[in-house]
Every structure is written in C-alpha cells, then in structure tokens.
C-alpha cells in the first residue's frame, strides 16, 4: 500500500498548537507512508485538489488526512479521495483539531499527540479494503409525527411534492399549540384563522392520511425502508360513521371532565369534539371521564348519535406503513410550573398560566373570550404577568430560555388592554429578548401604547389578600421591593421537550439531550438532520421556537426528505458485518443479539452458519464483539483493524 | 444392587436408541480412567464409574449433535450438558443423561503430594476404593488416603453432586456441599495484590507450552476448530512464546467463557504444566453470579451476556 | 552403562559449585519443581538441581525452542535489512532424562540434511544441537506410563548422551560418551571401583524392574494397511481431545510452523511449535484440509511414529517411550494400546 | 516517541462514533481544555467494543483505558450500550485476579451534548492514572522503549 499523509493547519486552528511540518515528517517513516506534506486548509479547494493530485503524482492507494473531526469531513474527504480515483473507504481521518489542537496548549505534547493519531489512522489505514455500496430501492413515501403547525408545513409541502404523507398526532385532532392560542405576535392576527386552512388542507389533500388521536408503536428498518407501526387508539367512536355533528356532546351526562384542550379553564364532557374547528371533526370518548366505562352503565351517547357510532367495545388497532423517511413534529408541553410553591404550587384559582389565559382570551374558548377570574367570574382590573417562570431557572432544572415567553406575554398584555380598556398590566420580566423581526418594536408598544408597566426583577411571593392576590417582587432597577395587589396573575411558563419524547426517540434511534429535545445532526450545517439517516426534525421538538421558526423549519425538513425521497434507489453503507461461513460454527450467539434481527440462520451443506440481511445491518458491530471467533466482522471496523490502532497507540 | 450395576441396566436400557454411551473405563494406569465410549453391550464390561470418573464426557456432545448419544454424568458434567443446551450447541432432546450421586474424583496432582517421599504417583500398581478411603500399591507397600484429602478442589465446594437435570437417576441424591463463601479461595488469592499476581502469572504461564489443552478439554468451547488462539484473520495473538501471548490466551478463553463457565475444572486438570488457568475463570463467574444470579448450566434462559436489562439494579455505575 | 567407558566422580556436596563453574561458560538446564510440574529451567549458580524430580517436558527446546526468532526485517531503511537472530550460546542440559537424549536422534536425521543427502540443513537447528551437551541421569524407577524398552531404549540407555550420571548413594557416577562430555567432566575425579560398581548395579536393578517389552516389529506394516480403516482410527480416538500436549511433550516431534509478526514495517519471522493434532496443521489455503477430523490427525501421528518415519529413516521408531504422551494426555489416550491394537487389527484382517 | 516520558501516560479511550466521539468533539468545540494522554480510537458503537480490546491494551502497555457510550436508552443502535454495559461490568472482575490494577479500565457514557461531562471524565481518569503511575508490564512483553522505533530518527 502506498499511503498519502496530509496534516492540516486549519489556519490557525491546528497550527497554532501544533507542530503540522513536525507531524508530517513523522509521519513520513510510518509504515507503507510514501508522502507526507502539512497543507494550509485541507478541506477547501485548494486543499482537496492537493490530496488528488498528490494521489495521482504520487500512486497513492490510501490517504490520511489529520484536520478536523471526521463527524464534519469525513463525506467531504472521501468524495476527493473518490475523484482521485481511490475507492471512498481507502481513507482515514486523524482528528487533530477537536480532540487535540483544541483542548490543550501544550505545544509540544500536542505535535506528539497529534503525531501518534496520525500514526493510528495509517496503521488501520493498512487494513482498509475497497467497499462498494448496493443500491436498494426506496419507499416514496413520508411519516411525519405530529400535527402541529411544524409538521402541518412538513407535511403539506412534502405533499406538494408529490409524495404520500402519513400524519400521526397523539390528540383526536391536529393543530397543536397554534390551535390554542387566540392571537400570535407581533402581528396580532388570529391564530385560528391562518392555521385553520392549513389544518383544512391537511385533511383534504389527496396525499396525505391523515391518523388522529394514534401514536406510533414501533419503528424497525432503516433510512428509505422503515417499517412503522401506528397505534389508533381507541375512541369509542367509528369515525367513519361519525359525522362531527356534536349531538353526543350536548347529552353527554358527564359534564365535569378535564378540558384537555382548553387547558382545564373550565369542563367539558366525556365524549367530546376538542374544538369547532377540529381536524378531524370527530367524536372520541375520554374513557377516565365517561360513565360508562366508571359505573358501566349510562350509553346516552350511543342513544343519541344518529349514524351509531358509538362502539364502547372498540379496542386499539394497529396499522403497519412501510415509508422511507420520517418527520418528528412532536412539539413540546409547558412546564409543571407546581413546582414553584412561592407561586401557590396551583392552589390559587386566579393563577393562570399563559396558555389557560390564551383559552380565556379566545373567542372560541370556554369563556366565549371574556377574561374572567376563575375564582368568581369577575372581570380583572388589574393583571400581572410572571415571566421566565420555569425558564432560566437553574433550581428547578431549567436553565434554558424558552425563548418565545417574552413576545407572548407582550402579546397577552396588549389584548387585555383590548379586552378590558381599563385594565392595567404589571410585567415582571428577567431581561426582554425580542430579537425577531418586528420583535423589539412589539415590546416597545405594549409599554409605549398599552401602557404596560414593566418590572425588571423576579416575582418571590405571591399570596391572596382579602379577593386578590399580592404580588412580590424584586425591582432590580429602581432597587426595592414592589408589591402589586392582582386580580389575575398569569405566568408565563417555559416550555420543554413534549413528554414521552425521550421515549420515541428511543424508537426513532435519535439522540436527545438533557432535557429531552431532540438532537440535530449538527448544531449549525445539519439543523433539520439527525444522526439517524432518514429521521428529520421540525418545530420545537429539537428545541424551543416560536412560530415562524417551526413553520421555517417544518419547510426543510421537507425539503430534505423530499430531497431523500427524489429518488428511486439509495446506496447501502457498506459498513456492514459479513459473515467468514468457513470460520462460522452456527452458534446463533450473533443472531441472540442482533438489535436490527439483520442475522438469519442459513443450511450450509446441512452445516448452520449465520448470514447478515445485507440491508437490515446497520452496522453497529455487537455481532462482531459477540462471536467468540471473530467469525462474523464489521466492515471497515474489524477486529485486525482495531487492534492494528490499539497496537499503533501500545506498542510504540 | 450395587449403583456400578445400576448404571450398566440404566445404560443398557438405553443403548438401543442412542449411538453410544459416553462414560468412563479403565485408563492407562491404575490412577486414571479413560473415557469410554460405549457402543455395544460388550463395551459394558470395561465400564465404570466413581472417584476416578475424573473427564468431563458433555465434552463430547457438541461434535456429536445430530445424533442421539447418553452420557453418565456427575453432577458438574450435567452442569455442562444443561449449559450446552441452553446455548442450543446441542439439542437436549438428542442427548440421554444418565445421572448418578457423585462422590468426588480424585485430583491425581493431590495423590502425588500425599505420597511425597514414598513414590510418584505413576508408580502406584493399584488402586482399590474402601469406603471414604483408597488404598495404594506403591512400591514401599500398601498406602491408605482419605478420598476427601485426594479429591478435586472442585469436589470440596459441589453444590450440584447429582445430575438434576438428568432423564434417568440412578441410587440416592446427596445433599450438596453447604459453603459460606463459594469463591472464598478467589477472594483470597486476589488479597495477594496486584504485583505479587503479575509475578505469580508471568511464571505460571512461562512454563505454558500453548498446547491448548486447557481450550480443547473445556466442553464450553466450541469454536476450537476456529479458535482465534492461531487465526491471522482475526489476529489476536502472535505464535511468540513470550508471556503476554501465552497470557492472552488465557485471557481470551476466560472472556468468552464469562457466564458460561460452570466451573468443571477440566482445563485446569488437563494442563500438563500444573498452571491454574481455572482461576480466572472463576473470577468471572463469581462476578457474573453477583450481577445476575446466573450459575451456568444451573440456571436455564439466556446466558446474561447475551441479554441485558434497560435498568441494571444490580450494576453501580461510577458517579463521575 | 558400560563397563569398559571412562567413570568419573562427583559427590552431591560438590556438585553445586562444579555446575556453577560450568554456567560460566553456558546455560546448565536442569529439572526444577514448578507448581504441579517439573520441568528444565537455566540453573542458578550455586543451586543444587533437583535430581529426584523427573521432567514432565522433555528438553527439546533447548535445541529446538518452542518459538525462534529466525530473523528481524526492516523495510523502512534506504535497502530493506535483514538481521539474523544472534548465535545461540553454548547450553549444558544437566540431568535429562535418558528417553530425552535419545530424541534428538529422531530429530538429527531430519534437520542434519541426511536424508536429503545433505541439501537440507537447518543450520537453526544445527547450530544450537552442537552447542548442547546433553548429561543424561539414569533413572531410578519406571512408571507405569514408561516404554523405552518396547522401542530400543532403556532406563540408563547411553544413546545420544553426552555423559550418563548415575545415582548412588555417596554422589553421582559419571560414564562419559563423547568428546564434548570428556571436557566437562575434565576436571572430576575418576570414579572408584566400588562406585562404579555400585552405578552398575543401581542400573541394573532398575532395568531389571521394567515390565518386558512388547513386539513392535509388525507394527510398521500393520499401521500402513490400516491407512484406510477409518473405522478403527474413529474408535481409537475417540475420546482424544485433539490438544498439542502429547507433541509438545514428545521429544521426538519436530514440527514447526512459520509465522511473521510484524507492523507492516518491521518485523520478525518466528519459527514455532505445530502439531499434527491440530486442525490447523494441514489446512490448505482453499480451506479445503486433508486431516479434516481427529480420527485422520490421530492416526498421522501414530502412524508416522510408528510407520513412515522408520520408512525413511532405518527403521529407527520415531518415539523413545519416555510415555510422556500417555501420562500427560488430559483424556489417557494410550499410543502404546494403539499400536497394539493395530498389529491385532492388521492381523485379524 | 510515543508517550511525553514524565509527562504523559498511555491511556487508550474507545469511543462510539454517536455519543461519546461526539462529546469529545463538542468538548473541543469548547475549547475545554483537557489533558493529553488520551488517544481515542473510534468505533461506531460500545457494543463493538470486545472486551478483549481493553484487555489487549492492557496486558499490551497501556497504562489505562476509558470506554465511553452513549448513555443508556440514546444507543444510536437501540442496544449495543446495553450489551457492553453488561460486558464491561463484567469484565472489571478479572482485572485483579490477572494482577492488574482495576482502576486502570473505567467505562462511562457521555452524550454528544456533553462536552462539559466529557472533559471531566478525562481530567478525572486522567488524573487516576497519574496516581497509579505508570503500569509494569508482564514479563516478556515487549516494552514500549525496546520496540524498534522507526520514527525515532525522524524526529
């Protein structure tokens, strides 16, 4: 083998702590190297076009690049080595930068350590062998997980596109957070009326199916060719014979239910439609709620429902979808803010959170619009918001910003102004972060033209007094204490990951972070990937956002699955286990551990011996660690090649 | 009837629908028996069973799966056989286990301690078993042992002296042998530091010959026609004679033997150089037991490395 | 012991501080107890060696170590070099057993180039043989494992010793055989009558202690027209495990394999141990191994200690009874019943 | 020259390309400052890791080794964590018996968010070592500073 060694300086960025020349001339008496150079930018033009031309000055049949993290260059590399003739796997990464120029200043012990990487990727180098992809066809067609406004832009323009779309969202209709909110800032329009078409549109475009109130059960395969399964929960109503027309909800008896949608701000029934302009329109029990499952008597609804659709025996079905890509639009959920017993831990009636005020708010909410105090139906005069409650709160495990709390709460200040003229708003706030289009100016008109008053300090009690609520808190910048007497205080509770997203994240094979928001596949140059291939991302389940961000980002994750999907076959990653038949004994211990069931028991001249589903492997290696004689190895990661490094790292 | 008769009926009985019977005959001297395989009723004259059953014959069934074959087992034989099962290297329905109480078998290297001064034990000209004792022909007269001061180590701490798992039994279950600690001599041996044991393997494992005893007497291991002791392709260990290649070795065998082991003890009695490779083993086991209550070829179900719990209650991560 | 050879004295007080003087010049291998076994370690100067244990090993890795660096190469360097391993220093192997010295005459045929007419010298093996000399301790009993007699051997056999020591009670009896042998015992006494005397009689109440040996003489013929009875070579091994103990224990088995370890760079080529019972040992390339199973292996072994190394080399057994294969094999397979019973086999037949 | 002698000792870190590489960027990326003994050898999941590697870098010369997955539940490959937790856990127990120190092999998880945790597992580890000094190979083994060392001249 003739190995090309190339050290990169990344300007400054690995030159400035390492000795690249030094490195290169160690690496020139490292085994079967025949060059080695140090190059200014390794990745840019200039640079790739050294690598090929070296390649082909030099008969090079392996290259060495020491540069950055092979996590970001590594495809870049390999497609130049590529154009140089070499087939992509005679390649190997030293990762210099990250892992060395980056963590220490050491100039000395760095120029060595980066010399030994290099000395590791060239012996593994030695053992690499050519690795051709297989080309496997792909399923045109797209899951996207959750009916939020996200995934209602992700689904709709991958349908523009042309390709089939299935809609899973947990709740019997679509809409998500949007759905609930009355206006949206810092238009001030109504949210119902811009996201209610789109909503329409869902449901009426020929390529989407659309399934409600169903989560998803199980995700097998892989990037092109998942296999899903879908979990339609059931409603107790045949939705094909349901018309949506609420007759059932008007006699329901059980008229003291939790209002999911409506965030508990008044009851609802038992069998319920969540909101008039629900997508779909349908009727669905709340069995925790319905007399017939509690006292197993009662069938009003069942009575009354014209078509019959009322089927309390109806048990959960499962539907299995073959699709090639997947959109996770799984939104996020606001904060128990309980937590906070200075704030009554929820035993205040008239300490609302943003969200239940947004319902007060809304003309379509249980309060036909009217603010009115929970405790006694009055309408408030004076109405304090709490912000950055759950946010940028260390103690209760949330210090992150929520990022649209700010805007909403400006927002909610000037249509209580709107709603009741003579009211005033006290907005107790850390720092305002209104950094959008049109942001800055909004906060500034709440307090310019709404006359809100804003306190910078954060609230540390509040408690009832005679009818009202007593507020205290710091103000930082005149420097003392304030109490305001509240009507109504409404806290603008931060948001985090949707619950059970760990859970489907699980399922997905996708990373997520601390707080359960779904990692990206690069925080910049990957905003929509993830490190699964085929999985994407939109709106808040990768991170908190408002809405024109996860409208933004619904349109690419489409855009890249829609680009996915464009084609008719994918390539396979070789980097797969393949199975030496003369070394195997058929012990089936590969096949025991397999997490992707890509190992199958095959008759060999009436021997057993194991066979890898060359499209299922996903390439992980446990079988490889598994067969104790090493019959069954990972492409590209084989035993002789990690012990090649291990021996470059334990025997020099 | 004596149980030596019982268990020639009980292998008569069986032999018209097995292959063979694997069990023990004489051996090349009056100390050892040989494993004998038993293919007709007149094989049945040579065989027998007792304190010198010392082999392992669930060694055999791996080789011989597709067929149906009995083996006289002891209680730890059986271990191997129930483990062997477990792993599907052999179809239990295939194999015939006739099960017998153990007594213990002898560990010759004990007798020549015992006869220090008097003989090697190479010149004992008989051997006749008394009850708990035996006695010796030597050449400076008759020598009386107590079998329990012969006996393998194994035998001292056996809490499966009858074959369990056996489809016909044969004579009086024993009660198995109550010990506090099952692996105090692991305990104890580690307590000897880390140099002092470095010290202690770099010159056992100095006088290892890499004959791969130890690998080919352990009825566990199964790939040795492709064991990667002497594969370039996976290349582990290089064909030196120096002690890290020899030590590996050992390694490699105690790994891929954790939670599976039952403690047989057969690579360590077939090693001609007196190295006690069982010890590592032994190790694992008792850590594998700790963690998950696993004692192979006891327990039945997958064997706890080639399965896990979300939740681990038992392994304590470190707290960084 | 003959009594017509040069005897010298060494009494056991003396004989500590005359080997010490003898490692001055070489290595002295002699048999020391190590946990269960027994086997040839480099003296240290002034220790006594052990002289009652009896090595489990034979000590042909002295001359024929069990992994040799034949050379190191380096590839890197303007011309790729190539560096021989250094000579080997003289060794004195003090207190073998008789059966062991009489192994290196199944060895010496094959490396010596005799039966090549001289084309093939291992000059590896060579050199270190030349540079050994080999003092051979009567022994003082038989086991039950033991047949030196059956193959031409005897308990205080003089073939292929340099010097035999014989035991008696005030010290060691030195017969010296060869030249080499003369020199180190140059400075001893010669032995009294009466001792040399008593060293005759101690060997002859051993030799006379040996079960009577059987009749190979038919074995050669019977194993070859057994070539193709697998059935018999399936029951004789049966129960063999197929492990390397009986040959690398052999004194007379002189296999080897050929290996480069190596960084791609430099490296070393080893010479080490095989053995026939592996299944390793005639795989070919293809995958494809004429021995497939221990029944074939099993029989190669026998047979060509017993059958085609006397077809080549004179008759002469390739096996000098020390019964090593027999005492040491983990599952008591027995060469000596499987030979017998070929010779009954090939008879019946 | 391989390791700094005096300064640094060998320690071999097996990471999967997920989580823990990712981590270990993300420190990087964070100009965390770490010490430099570590070399870390990439594999695409902590159930390839075989026990044996670290044994291999440990009866080899290594003077400690670090596995790192990602955390249990986030294996990218459902499972493979799982498997080598079991494994590694395992594995601890014949450290002391071989007469190896136990302290010299640690495993942990790092998520490739975990740029901070990453750092400190180094540092902590790292210092470990330092304490435990340099590990005294078996007998026979070739010594780092007896190999043939091509390189050395071209320093």
New interface residues.
């Given amino acids: 083998m003739k190995i090309g060694v190339f050290i990169c300086h990344c300007g400054s960025n690995i030159a400035g702590t390492v000795d690249c020349a030094?490195v290169a001339?160690?690496?020139?008496?490292?085994?079967?190297v025949v060059y080695s150079t140090d190059i200014m930018y390794a990745c840019a033009e200039p640079g790739q076009d050294a690598v090929i031309a070296a390649v082909k000055e030099h008969g090079l049949t392996g290259v060495v690049v020491a540069s950055c993290?092979?996590?970001?260059h590594e495809p870049t590399f390999r497609k130049a080595v590529e154009r140089a003739g070499l087939n992509r796997y005679m390649f190997e990464m030293a990762?210099i930068?990250?892992?060395?120029s980056?963590?220490?200043?050491?100039m000395?012990?760095?120029t060595?350590?980066a010399?030994?990487?290099v000395?590791?990727a060239a012996?593994k180098l030695?053992l690499n062998r050519e690795l051709k992809p297989k080309s496997f066809p792909v399923t045109k067609r797209l899951l996207v997980i959750g009916g939020g406004v996200a995934g209602i832009q992700a689904a709709l323009d991958a349908a523009e596109a042309g390709l089939e779309v299935i809609m899973v969202e947990k709740q019997p209709t679509i809409g998500g957070k949007m759905a609930k909110l009355d206006k949206t800032f810092p238009t001030v329009d109504c949210s119902s009326c811009i996201l209610g078409p789109r909503m329409v549109d869902v449901a009426q475009h020929p390529n989407i199916t659309l399934y409600a109130y169903s989560e998803l059960e199980e995700v097998s395969g892989y990037v092109g060719n998942f296999d899903v399964k879908i979990r339609k929960k059931a409603t107790c109503v045949d939705w094909d014979k349901c018309t949506g027309c609420g007759l059932c909800t008007e006699k329901c008896p059980s008229k003291k239910s939790y209002d999911r949608f409506n965030e508990g701000v008044g009851p609802t029934t038992a069998i319920i439609i969540p909101f008039p302009q629900a997508i779909p329109k349908k009727a669905s029990i709340e069995r925790d709620y319905c007399r017939m499952f509690n006292q197993g008597k009662c069938g009003v609804c069942a009575k009354v429902c014209p078509t019959g659709a009322v089927d309390y025996a109806m048990q959960d079905e499962f539907v299995d979808v073959k699709v090639g890509g997947i959109v996770a639009a799984t939104g996020y959920d606001l904060v128990d803010w309980t937590v906070y017993g200075e704030y009554g831990a929820g035993r205040y009636p008239d300490v609302v959170t943003s969200l239940q005020y947004e319902r007060m708010l809304s003309a379509s909410g249980p309060t036909g619009g009217h603010i009115k105090r929970p405790s006694d139906g009055k309408e408030p005069k004076n109405v304090v918001f709490v912000q950055c409650v759950a946010s940028r709160d260390p103690s209760v495990g949330r210090p992150y910003c929520s990022g649209f709390c700010c805007m909403y709460t400006a927002k909610q200040a000037i249509l209580t102004k709107d709603h009741i003229p003579d009211s005033q708003s006290y907005v107790f706030y850390m720092d305002i972060r209104s950094p959008g289009k049109g942001y800055d100016e909004f906060t500034r008109r709440v307090q310019e033209e709404y006359g809100a008053k804003y306190i910078r300090g954060r609230v540390s009690m509040i408690y009832p007094k005679g009818g009202k609520l007593l507020v205290r808190g710091a103000d930082t910048l005149m420097g003392g204490q304030v109490e305001v007497e509240a009507d109504l205080v409404v806290l603008a509770v931060g948001g985090e990951a949707a619950a059970g997203s760990?859970a489907l994240?699980?399922k997905l094979?996708i990373?997520?972070?601390?707080y359960g928001f779904f990692?990206e596949g690069h925080p910049k140059l990957k905003p929509v990937e993830t490190?699964?291939a085929g999985v994407f991302l939109a709106g808040a389940c990768q991170g908190l956002k408002d809405i024109p961000s996860s409208v933004a980002q619904g349109s690419a994750a489409a855009a890249k699955a829609i680009g996915l999907l464009s084609r008719n076959m994918l390539d396979s990653d070789p980097?797969i286990a393949s199975v030496?038949v003369?070394?195997?004994?058929g012990?089936?211990?590969c096949i025991?551990?397999c997490?992707?069931k890509a190992i199958q028991e095959i008759d060999m001249r009436g021997l057993p011996k194991a066979e890898v589903i060359e499209t299922v492997c996903?390439?992980?290696?446990?079988c490889?660690?598994?067969c104790?004689?090493?019959?069954i190895?990972?492409s590209h990661?084989?035993?002789?090649q990690?012990?090649a490094?291990?021996?470059?790292?334990?025997?020099? | 009837m004596s149980i030596q008769d019982e268990l020639k009926s009980a292998i008569k009985a069986a032999l018209p629908d097995l292959s063979c019977v694997i069990g023990w005959g004489a051996g090349p001297e009056p100390l050892r028996a040989a494993p004998l395989f038993i293919r007709g009723e007149a094989d049945l004259q040579n065989f027998s069973a007792g304190f010198l059953s010392v082999n392992n014959p669930a060694l055999y069934l791996p080789a011989l799966k597709g067929s149906k074959v009995g083996v006289v087992a002891k209680g730890c034989d059986a271990r191997s056989v129930g483990q062997l099962a477990t792993e599907t290297l052999i179809i239990r329905e295939e194999v015939h286990v006739i099960g017998y109480p153990c007594e213990g078998v002898i560990d010759v290297d004990k007798v020549a301690a015992a006869l220090a001064g008097v003989c090697e034990p190479g010149e004992v000209g008989a051997l006749r078993e008394d009850g708990d004792n035996v006695a010796l022909d030597t050449p400076k007269g008759e020598v009386r042992l107590a079998k329990k001061d012969i006996a393998a180590d194994k035998c001292g701490r056996c809490i499966f002296p009858n074959a369990e798992n056996a489809d016909v039994f044969v004579g009086i279950r024993r009660a198995p042998t109550v010990v506090e600690d099952a692996y105090a001599d692991i305990a104890a041996f580690e307590a000897r530091g880390t140099e002092e044991l470095k010290a202690f393997w770099e010159k056992e494992m100095s006088r290892c010959i890499r004959c791969y005893a130890c690998r080919n007497a352990c009825p566990l291991c199964v790939c040795r026609d492709h064991c990667i002791a002497a594969s370039r392709e996976p290349h582990w260990i290089g064909q030196t004679d120096d002690v890290p290649d020899k030590l590996f070795f050992q390694v490699i065998h105690a790994v891929h033997l954790s939670g599976r082991c039952t403690g047989c003890g057969e690579c360590e009695r077939a090693c001609p150089l007196g190295i006690p490779v069982l010890k590592l083993k032994r190790a694992l086991s008792r850590r594998v037991e700790n963690l998950f209550g696993y004692k192979a070829g006891i327990a039945t179900g997958t064997p706890p490395l080639l399965t896990f719990n979300i939740e681990e209650s038992t392994i304590k991560e470190r707290d960084w | 012991m003959s009594a017509d050879t040069v005897k010298k004295f060494i009494s056991f007080d003396a004989l500590p501080g005359f080997l010490a003087r003898v490692a001055e010049t070489g290595t002295v291998y002699a048999p020391r107890r190590e946990g269960g076994a027994v086997v040839y370690r480099p003296l240290k100067p002034g220790d006594a060696p052990e002289l009652g244990a009896r090595p489990t090993e034979s000590c042909k890795h002295v001359v024929f170590p069990r992994s040799e660096t034949l050379f190191s190469f380096d590839l890197k360097a303007e011309r790729p070099a190539l560096t021989e391993s250094p000579e080997p220093g003289p060794a004195v192997v003090f207190g073998a057993l008789s059966c062991d010295a009489r192994g290196f005459l199944a060895f010496d045929p094959v490396y010596n180039g005799s039966g090549t007419g001289g084309s093939a010298r291992d000059t590896y093996y060579l050199r270190r043989r030349s540079r050994t000399l080999l003092v051979v301790k009567a022994c003082k009993s038989a086991l039950n494992t033991c047949f030196c007699n059956w193959v031409g051997g005897g308990p205080a056999s003089p073939q292929g010793a340099d010097v035999l020591a014989v035991e008696t009670e005030q010290g060691l009896v030195l017969d010296i055989l060869s030249e080499q042998g003369a020199a180190f015992a140059e400075s001893l006494p010669a032995a009294s009558e009466a001792q040399a005397g008593a060293a005759l009689a101690a060997v002859k109440a051993v030799e006379d202690s040996l079960p009577g040996a059987a009749e190979l003489s038919a074995a050669p013929a019977a194993l070859a027209s057994l070539f193709s009875s697998a059935e018999f070579w399936k029951n004789e091994s049966a129960h063999c495990l197929y492990c390397g103990a009986c040959t690398y224990l052999c004194p007379t088995c002189y296999c080897f394999n050929i290996t480069d370890e190596s960084d791609g760079l430099s490296g070393v080529r080893l010479r080490s141990w095989d053995n026939c019972m592996s299944p390793l040992f005639t795989l070919e390339a293809s995958g494809h191994n004429p021995r497939p199973n221990k029944a074939d292996r099993l029989k190669n072994r026998v047979g060509h200690k017993f059958s085609y190394y006397p077809s080549l080399h004179a008759g002469r057994f390739s096996c000098c009874g020390c019964g090593r294969c027999i005492k040491s094999c983990p599952s008591s397979v027995d060469i000596r019943k499987i030979v017998l019973d070929a010779v009954k086999e090939a008879a019946n037949v | 020259m391989s390791v700094l002698e005096g300064k640094e000792l060998r320690v071999v870190g097996f990471l999967c390309n997920w989580c823990s590489y990712g981590g270990a960027d993300t420190a990087g990326v964070g100009r965390f400052t770490q010490p430099t003994d570590l070399r870390i050898i990439r594999v695409p999941c902590s159930g390839r890791i075989n026990p044996l590697f670290v044994m291999k870098a440990l009866v080899g010369g290594a003077d400690g080794v670090l596995v790192s997955g990602c955390h249990p539940r986030d294996c990218h490959y459902a499972e493979g964590n799982y498997y080598a937790r079991r494994r590694l856990e395992v594995l601890k127990g014949l450290l002391p018996v071989l007469g190896i120190d136990p302290r010299r092999f640690e495993y942990t998880w790092v998520s490739a968010s975990e740029g901070q945790r990453w750092q400190h597992v180094v540092e902590t580890f790292t210092a470990q070592i330092h304490a435990l000094g340099p590990a005294q190979p078996f007998a026979g083994a070739s010594r780092p500073a007896d190999r043939h060392r091509p390189d050395a001249a071209a320093v």
Avoid at chain 1, 69 to 72: A, D, G, N
Avoid at chain 1, 618 to 622: A, E, P, S
Avoid at chain 1, 637 to 640: I, L, P, S
Wanted: aromatic share 6%; with cysteine; charged share 30%.
């Fill in positions: 030094g001339r160690r690496a020139a008496a490292y085994p079967d993290t092979p996590r970001m990762n930068r990250e892992h060395v980056w963590i220490g200043k050491d000395e012990a760095n060595n350590k010399a030994e990487l000395r590791m012996a030695r760990p994240a699980e094979r990373s997520y972070d601390g990692m490190n699964t980097q030496s003369n070394r195997c004994v012990c089936r211990k025991e551990v997490p992707f996903q390439g992980c290696g446990l490889n660690a598994t104790p004689q090493g019959a190895q990972l990661f084989t035993d002789n990690i012990l490094e291990v021996e470059a790292l334990c025997r020099f």
